[in-house]
């Protein structure tokens, strides 16, 4: 693991033409190639966009510690960790579309201002998640994807973990995502990403940057005696509900994808119900196939892109896209009459 992280994946930096060069387009087949002007609108930066959504989200934490802390309740409070969990979710998906050069147009940037707002809160750092989620979008469920070193879906044979085998019984998914969510995982998340952002190659000035945030942010809960704070509401959301809803969208996203073509069985659509999109899938993620075979695309133009290639005839009939989370996850469930095929287990990744 140390050896891999320390690897570096060759990559371009984005050109003045997103569309071509990005370093993460997949090396797969993309059966509905979209004409290239399009696809070039389509992926222009708003930066503004990005800023507004990053700095909406920090703003609806606050919101929920402030209106927790006036109004305490156990059951607000247990309300509050959904939410903020949730927010922190979203911070790494914004922080995602930052991995692909996608939130502000110059590179160092980029970076720095996804680390800082979405990045370092959550214990993570945008070099090293795109280390892993460029070769994921790369070798999407081949043996090099990024995800199997993440998430750890495969073991040292190549065979799915048992977590990751779909579909399931009702009973076996529900104690999965309940098990990750029971805080030792997401501790476990806390001390990995701390770890390994020092094992991933990044310039001095950014290293240094992420000790000055780490630093700061210890001396500003000591002088404020804010650490049973911190604790109450940054840690048990992190650990319980954010990894929650890690899971489900992954689930979603790559487990147990059927479709009479190969190349829309990568990865499944889920289009989240509107409390769906607070909880579990939001700023766009569900859109994901869409996001695999087109990730110059921000996140703020994905339903744009999901419309063009519903005109598809090919993307219509083929393409895995279902309405709600619970549909999504209800494919990854063992029903009596249709029992697991190899290559629904093939599936999941």
């Not at 800023?51 to 209106?67: D, N």
């Not at 809160?121 to 070798?139: D, I, L, M, N």
């Not at 390994?196 to 950014?206: D, H, K, N, R, V």
């Amino acid at each position: 693991m140390v050896a891999y992280l320390r690897e570096e994946i060759p990559a371009e930096d984005i050109s003045a033409n997103p569309v071509f060069n990005h370093p993460h387009n997949t090396a797969r087949v993309v059966p509905e190639r979209l004409p290239a002007a399009k696809i070039k609108e389509l992926s222009q930066l708003q930066p503004e966009r990005a800023v507004v959504a990053t700095l909406a989200e920090w703003a609806g934490i606050a919101g929920a510690i402030a209106l927790c802390a006036y109004f305490w309740h156990p059951l607000l409070y247990v309300l509050a960790v959904m939410f903020i969990g949730a927010r922190q979710h979203a911070l790494l998906i914004l922080g995602h579309d930052a991995s692909h050069f996608r939130t502000l147009k110059t590179r160092w940037q980029n970076d720095l201002f996804a680390n800082i707002f979405m990045m370092w809160p959550t214990f993570a750092s945008v070099e090293g998640f795109r280390k892993f989620h460029g070769t994921h979008h790369q070798y999407t469920n081949l043996p090099d994807d990024g995800n199997r070193h993440i998430w750890y879906t495969h073991d040292a044979a190549g065979e799915l973990a048992p977590d990751w085998q779909f579909p399931k019984t009702r009973l076996g998914l529900v104690l999965v995502l309940l098990r990750r969510a029971a805080f030792l995982t997401g501790l476990f998340w806390i001390v990995r990403g701390l770890v390994g952002s020092t094992l991933i190659p990044s310039p001095g000035w950014m290293r240094a940057a992420r000790f000055s945030f780490y630093a700061v942010t210890i001396a500003a809960l000591t002088y404020f005696s804010l650490w049973s704070a911190f604790l109450l509401y940054w840690i048990v959301p992190f650990c319980t509900w954010h990894i929650a809803a890690q899971y489900m969208r992954l689930i979603c996203e790559h487990s147990a994808v059927e479709s009479d073509e190969e190349e829309y069985s990568i990865t499944r659509s889920t289009i989240p119900t509107w409390l769906e999109r607070i909880f579990i899938l939001p700023c766009n993620i569900g859109y994901h196939l869409e996001h695999h075979w087109y990730p110059s695309v921000p996140f703020y133009r994905l339903p744009e892109l999901h419309q063009a290639l519903m005109e598809r005839q090919g993307f219509r009939e083929h393409a895995v896209i279902r309405h709600s989370v619970l549909t999504s996850l209800s494919e990854c469930v063992r029903r009596q009459s249709s029992p697991s095929t190899p290559f629904a287990q093939e599936s999941a990744r």
